[in-house]
């Protein structure tokens, strides 16, 4: 892969030891709530928060999923687990071998690393692995399945096939087995209309539910496990913790410009609205060599509009708990 110069300097910056340091806090604007999250040192725990609740509404484990299917009536999007990391896994990919013949497809062999597909990191469903898996829309109730086999990769040596036989306003119906085997038996899944997604994993030779997040109205962020993609060097992966917004009527706004202490509205010049989820991301944050720490940037403040229909300004302090180790952001928001 081109650029090993800049591969070694990313091992260097995310995976050197992290050294203890006493963590002292900036002073609290009056209006201001500060918090901190637990994520782990591994950034194994996912965590969802709630500005208007002022706290933690629930948690889970990032490599507890591989597949999640948009959950609402229209949803037909299928998304995949960038954030896995369990088995050696640099996130869970997919191909499209563009076969119909579910026994067509028994190895993985002759794929082309550089040919698995992954889910952009902007979250937008329109930028999925599994793409449009369909013809016709559901919403004019012609949808049909392509019935197209895709080749799922969950670790370095664990691969299943999948495809979607169905979705309806309420259910999807799905198969997916071993490469070896010449039939799968279709399984169906609820949507959860309260929820932005289902969530599944491969277990067992089934794929199984787990229970991932709570009620789409009841969160505004997650701090997650995340796979970025440094497109200029080859599409590169690059596994980090991240901070991504609920992708249910929410929308960010970045400003490292204007000061977190100084934003007092919602809506002044070049603010720019967007429904990326990764904008507020990981690069709040950077590994500085010389102390062998991270460090956040007091530049960076971010503007949140939730699905509750408030305005939150939001910047972080820290990334370390007291007695020094990495995984536990510390931030403060308030309401405009």
């Known amino acids: 892969m081109k650029g090993a110069t800049f591969l070694l300097t990313l091992l260097l910056f995310f995976y050197s030891s992290c050294l203890k340091k006493d963590k002292v806090l900036p002073l609290l604007s009056s209006a201001g709530t500060m918090d901190s999250v637990v994520i782990g040192e591994q950034y194994q725990e996912v965590v969802y928060y709630d500005f208007e609740m002022k706290k933690i509404v629930a948690t889970a484990k990032v490599d507890d999923w591989d597949l999640s299917f948009e959950s609402n009536d229209s949803g037909t999007h299928v998304f995949i687990n960038g954030g896995k990391t369990w088995n050696g896994a640099n996130g869970v990919w997919a191909y499209n071998t563009h076969q119909t013949q579910f026994s067509a497809v028994k190895s993985a062999s002759a794929i082309n690393e550089a040919n698995y597909l992954f889910d952009a990191p ?15 829309s559901l919403e004019n109730g012609n949808l049909q399945s392509k019935n197209e086999v895709y080749i799922i990769k969950l670790d370095p040596t664990s691969f299943i096939k999948c495809r979607i036989k169905n979705c309806t306003v309420n259910e999807y119906q799905i198969e997916c087995a071993p490469l070896s085997a010449d039939t799968a038996t279709a399984i169906s899944f609820v949507k959860e209309k309260d929820k932005n997604c289902i969530y599944v994993n491969w277990s067992n030779n089934a794929l199984r539910k787990v229970a991932m997040e709570p009620n789409k109205n009841a969160w505004d962020i997650v701090f997650t496990r995340f796979r ?3 497109y200029d060097l080859n599409n590169f992966p690059y596994i980090v913790n991240a901070v991504l917004i609920n992708p249910y009527q929410t929308l960010v706004a970045a400003d490292s410009v204007t000061g977190y202490q100084q934003i007092k509205s919602y809506n002044y010049p070049g603010i720019q609205w967007v ?14 060599i010389q102390s062998g720490l991270y460090k956040v940037n007091p530049n960076k403040s971010y503007l949140i509009k939730t699905n509750s229909g408030y305005y939150y300004k939001l910047h972080f302090f820290d990334f370390y708990n007291k007695n020094g180790i990495k995984g536990t952001p510390t931030f403060e928001f308030a309401r405009l």
């Open 122 to 136: 902007s979250g937008l469903p329109d930028s999925t692995a599994f793409g449009t898996w369909y013809t016709g």
């Open 228 to 230: 970025h993609i440094y």
């Open 275 to 288: 429904p990326n989820r990764n904008i507020i991301g990981f690069d709040w944050k950077s590994y500085d």
